[in-house]
């Protein structure tokens, strides 16, 4: 059975950091594209953060600058820096991991930044 499983997530004051991980298991994911989204209340559910196995990285504008993206294929983790949090960046988030067309993902964890 695969599972990603999320944690770091948590309440921070803005202009904190957090640092998220994503640990996969029941699959091998180090050839793979994988990554974070995350989904605010009453908004639509957006990519934040991508990494190929090649570890080329793209970011949604908002965040970029702050936050950084990283993977380590012997763990079969990725994670995700977030550094200079603001507001606007609580949400969940949720990992990602896309094989063959198909995406696996995490539970999501929470993220809220208060000002």
């Known amino acids: 059975q695969v599972q990603l499983v999320e944690s770091g997530g948590g309440l921070v004051q803005a202009g904190g950091s957090l640092r998220l991980s994503c640990a996969a298991s029941g699959m091998i994911f180090s050839r793979d594209t994988m990554g974070w989204y995350r989904q605010a209340p009453g908004k639509q559910r957006e990519l934040v953060a991508g990494?190929?196995?090649?570890?080329?990285?793209n970011y949604v504008d908002s965040v970029k600058g702050r936050f950084t993206i990283s993977r380590d294929n012997a763990k079969n983790t990725v994670y995700l820096q977030m550094n200079n949090l603001k507001p606007e960046d609580t949400a969940v988030y949720y990992c990602?991991?896309?094989?063959?067309?198909?995406?696996?993902w995490g539970r999501g964890t929470q993220v809220t930044v208060s000002s």
């Open positions: 990494i190929t196995s090649g570890g080329s990285t």
């Open positions: 990602y991991a896309r094989k063959a067309m198909y995406n696996y």
